[in-house]
């Protein structure tokens, strides 16, 4: 019913940036909440940013001041402006959609797959 989907991630040398889109569609009346974690390999996987349905947002302390999270115009939409990139910043990247369906019973979780980000000279 509801597809999320990430794109964006690549390899990247330090200090530089890259943007991610979020795309989530299907059958939603409404997305609350639209977050991004990163898993690094042997690690568990950590929330980064976080925005609310009215724009309210909230960052992980590590990348305070470097990412910024936004919404797009279209329902279901969000981005991660990542600048002055890490190699502690490679990880997969998830987009996380707080959706309600149409017809639905309060909200729901909703996953993309991932895109890889890799930070490396």
């Known amino acids: 019913q509801v597809q999320v989907e990430e794109s964006g991630g690549g390899l990247v040398q330090p200090g530089g940036s890259l943007r991610l889109s979020c795309v989530a569609s299907g059958n939603i009346y409404r997305t609350h909440a639209m977050d991004w974690y990163r898993q690094a390999p042997g690690k568990q996987r950590e929330l980064v940013a976080r925005?609310?349905?009215?724009?309210?947002?909230e960052y992980a302390d590590s990348v305070k001041g470097r990412f910024t999270i936004s919404r797009g115009d279209v329902k279901g939409t969000a981005y991660l402006q990542m600048t002055s990139l890490k190699p502690e910043d490679t990880g997969v990247y998830f987009c996380?959609?707080?959706?309600?369906?149409?017809?639905?019973?309060?909200?729901?979780?909703?996953w993309g797959q991932g895109t890889q980000v890799t930070v490396s000279s």
């Open positions: 925005i609310r349905s009215g724009g309210a947002t």
């Open positions: 996380n959609a707080d959706i309600t369906t149409i017809g639905g019973w309060g909200n729901h979780q909703y």
